[in-house]
């Protein structure tokens, strides 16, 4: 096993020991020569004295196993009159005053459950309002865990399917693209641990970062290099992305038909899905549209809706077309007349160009009419920031309920019935239905740097379980390691870190 002993951090505040509370037997043991060792995942460090273990989060500190960053506490306080106010100051130093039900114990910095024969480091008694609760909290150690990372922009990174690489390693794929977003899935339990050990270590390496906000650079197969960064906008081949689509093709025509009616006698909406056709599109057709004689390329689906008018690429409207004349397959001489006023543009309207057809039918580029170029603008007005959105995808359904209850499948059941409500660093989860406790969180609603890892590889997260405490004791948990919150705060006074609570997630104990 193990033996990494790394100098520990000094310039982070550490937690107290994990011999809180008599909890000193629970995790790590004291070996010869002032060694401890921890079990805190199955590395099994052995730590020799001032050093840290190899996940860098576990240091020997006088002979004892402590947990290197700071327990994070979440505050708010109280308006007078009630009313319910963020605490001031992000990560504001805590000043040891006890207020019960506005302080919340994250997992973060708290420890690990593993082996998970154990009860999990912390089980919090808070009184809220009339209600007392019990707050589960744990560190939890995810093989099967990764992240879902939306992007939105029409570009084509890749072919559905193909592999994203990093730092030269299979680390994920692109998988099936949404309205207006390309669509990334990273890590999972087979790139974690059925490739080879580098695979492994990397793909770990990115979810951490990923998920600890830090800009990642991905590198689809076949296709783009994509930065990739929560809550900053993709940079696409070293290209910031500006906006989203304000929908496909079709939707486009849809919105902005009445508004073109009188100004053009043709609307093309380039798409690498659906592009749209506004003369024979039904909205055209409402507005009593005559049909322009110019057909697109690709297959008609319905009237003025068309699919793959071209390939997948870096031009116009996702697709690989720099011209957007390319798209026009013909003209018809007897429908077409000269002087007919075209539009092409995209759904972003990134890309425009108005043109005239001439005595023998081409189009030809011609400055763009005002009223014309105040609905391109209008297309780009309506298009949303494009951002990269991070979700953490984990199961929480397997061991780390034994460190909750005696009987997990009562955790499991309480946790669908609603009755026990699942939080990450605070941050409110999605729980997917069905069987286990399958979580998804978007990163950017947790406290920064709420990510950890051990090398097994596998990724470290906060997550906490609140629910009454009758059905916590109902359900079988661990009643006699309940602490009450009070304790917590007097015992980790100013080593613990206050953080500010994001009044956008609710208050976890309501
Ligand atoms: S790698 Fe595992 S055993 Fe080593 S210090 Fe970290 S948690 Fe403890």
């Not at 079709?250 to 009445?258: M, P, V, Y």
């Not at 939080?423 to 990510?451: E, H, K, L, Q």
Request: contains cysteine; aromatic residues 6%; hydrophobic residues 35%.
């Amino acid at each position: 096993m193990a033996t990494e002993t790394n100098k520990p951090s000094t310039d982070k505040k550490s937690s107290k020991s994990t011999g809180f509370s008599g909890m000193t037997e629970r995790f790590g043991a004291r070996e010869k020569d002032g060694i401890v060792r921890c079990d805190a995942c199955p590395v099994l460090c052995r730590i020799r004295p001032e050093r840290s273990g190899a996940c860098g989060r576990y240091a020997n500190v006088e002979g004892e196993l402590a947990r290197v960053d700071p327990l994070v506490l979440l505050e708010k306080s109280r308006a007078p009159g009630g009313g319910v106010v963020p605490f001031e100051g992000a990560a504001a130093e805590w000043n040891g005053t006890l207020v019960q039900q506005e302080t919340f114990v994250t997992a973060i910095g708290a420890g690990t459950t593993y082996p998970d024969y154990k009860p999990a480091p912390f089980i919090v008694a808070t009184q809220y309002n009339d209600l007392e609760t019990v707050t589960v909290v744990s560190e939890s150690i995810f093989s099967y865990c990764g992240v879902k990372i939306k992007l939105d922009t029409d570009k084509h990174l890749g072919a559905e399917q193909a592999d994203i690489l990093c730092d030269g390693q299979r680390i994920g794929h692109v998988t099936t693209g949404e309205y207006g977003s390309q669509m990334l899935s990273i890590g999972g339990v087979n790139h974690l641990t059925g490739g080879s050990k580098r695979e492994g270590k990397v793909t770990c390496n990115t979810i951490m970062a990923l998920c600890n906000r830090q800009p990642v650079e991905l590198v689809v197969a076949g296709g783009c290099s994509v930065l990739v960064q929560a809550g900053h906008a993709p940079v696409i081949d070293g290209v910031t992305e500006q906006r989203m689509r304000v929908g496909c093709g079709s939707a486009t025509i849809g919105i902005f038909a009445k508004q073109w009616h009188g100004h053009v006698d043709e609307v093309i909406v380039i798409d690498e899905h659906i592009t749209g056709v506004l003369s024979e599109h039904q909205a055209g057709r409402c507005l009593g549209m005559e049909p322009s004689g110019i057909r697109v390329c690709g297959r008609r689906s319905t009237p003025g809706r068309y699919f793959s008018v071209a390939n997948s690429g870096q031009g116009w409207g996702g697709t690989d077309i720099s011209d957007p004349f390319s798209i026009i397959e013909s003209i018809d001489n007897d429908v077409a007349r000269p002087g007919s006023r075209l539009l092409m543009t995209t759904t972003t309207g990134d890309e425009s160009i108005y043109c005239v057809l001439d005595d023998s039918l081409q189009p030809v580029e011609t400055a763009m009419p005002n009223a014309v170029q105040i609905v391109v603008d209008r297309i780009r007005e309506n298009c949303e920031p494009s951002l990269c959105s991070v979700l953490f995808v984990a199961g929480a359904g397997g061991s780390l309920r034994a460190g909750v209850t005696e009987n997990p499948v009562s955790l499991t059941r309480s946790v669908k019935e609603t009755l026990t409500r699942v939080t990450m660093g605070g941050a409110p989860v999605y729980v997917w239905p069905g069987g286990g406790i399958t979580v998804m969180v978007d990163v950017t609603r947790m406290p920064a740097s709420s990510f950890g890892y051990v090398p097994t590889p596998a990724i470290v997260a906060p997550i906490e379980f609140t629910l009454p405490r009758d059905q916590y004791a109902a359900m079988g948990g661990h009643v006699d390691y309940i602490q009450p919150l009070e304790e917590i705060c007097d015992y980790y006074g100013d080593s613990a870190q206050s953080s500010s609570w994001d009044p956008k997630n609710p208050w976890p104990l309501k």
